[in-house]
């Protein structure tokens, strides 16, 4: 468990499972904090279940398994590098540079993440809907390659939607993905998540329903049914009940990912380019009258 799931439990610091004084049920073991050569605490720019990025004095990025004895993490960053390797360059993925003696190195994302750009600018400076649309665009873009390539991305979501220094997005993080008999096991959040059998393992369609409420996210600012509990936001998605998209420009795109009308992220970037004439063929025609 990472350190901050236990950091008001006392247990042993030697590495080691032991019972959870709090749960008897649990087992939980205290990890110190490792942070390669050269990287400090300040220098952390991320962190997840598995694995931190930093920033390495080159501006470029390490990300590395933050638990060194966790053979799942190394797992994940072994396939993620195999699929980064394989996909190679391409605008709409994250600027991949190689290996690193303690894990692998990116590009950096001059502008962080759709999720934490957007919650960083307040309505003012908000982005406009045509850099919205853009965004939008690109993601589709992005999972259109990697579909083409074979590969599952399996958890499509805003903090993977990075925004490098012209502000276009870039997909990231692969260590969960799926590719031939790769698989890194990750699976949606549940805002995100194609309703089915918790046991079906991600594919192209459920990247689909996950992309179009990243879209929905970079439109409104906010996750489909943020204010409804997880339970009753299954329970909708159950029912194919959606949150009404049609004041957004790509509303259309956004329900024929969630309703399975649109079959791949190629027919999404059409369905944005099409939304964008129709919505210019609208105003010409307001103009008109």
Not at 117 to 123: A, G, I, P
Not at 212 to 226: K, L, N, R
């Amino acid at each position: 468990m990472p350190p901050s799931s236990i950091q008001n439990a006392i247990v042993p610091k030697d590495g080691k499972y032991h019972i959870d004084p709090q749960n008897p049920m649990n087992q939980l073991r205290y990890i110190e904090a490792w942070y390669p050569p050269g990287i400090s605490k300040t220098d952390i720019l991320w962190g997840g279940n598995t694995a931190k990025v930093a920033l390495l004095t080159d501006s470029t990025v390490l990300k590395y398994a933050w638990d060194r004895t966790d053979p799942y993490a190394k797992k994940s960053l072994d396939i993620e590098n195999c699929i980064l390797s394989m996909l190679g360059s391409h605008d709409r993925i994250v600027k991949y540079l190689g290996r690193h003696e303690h894990g692998l190195r990116f590009q950096l994302a001059a502008n962080g993440d759709v999720r934490r750009y957007l919650s960083s600018h307040d309505r003012g400076e908000s982005p406009e809907e045509s850099v919205r649309r853009k965004w939008a665009k690109q993601a589709a873009e992005a999972l259109a390659f990697v579909h083409e390539k074979g590969v599952v991305h399996c958890d499509v979501h805003p903090n993977n939607l990075l925004l490098d220094e012209d502000l276009d997005v870039r997909l990231c993080d692969f260590a969960g993905s799926m590719f031939g008999g790769l698989d890194g096991g990750a699976m949606e959040s549940i805002r995100f998540r194609l309703p089915r059998d918790c046991r079906a393992i991600p594919d192209m369609k459920s990247d689909l329903f996950a992309l179009g409420s990243a879209i929905y996210f970079i439109m409104s600012d906010h996750e489909p049914y943020d204010s409804l509990t997880e339970e009753e936001v299954v329970a909708r998605y159950s029912r194919m009940e959606f949150p009404d998209v049609q004041s957004y420009s790509c509303g259309r795109a956004i329900t024929g990912c969630w309703k399975g009308e649109l079959r791949s992220a190629q027919d999404v970037v059409n369905a944005i380019s099409g939304d964008v004439v129709a919505g210019f063929h609208d105003i010409a025609a307001t103009l008109m009258t």
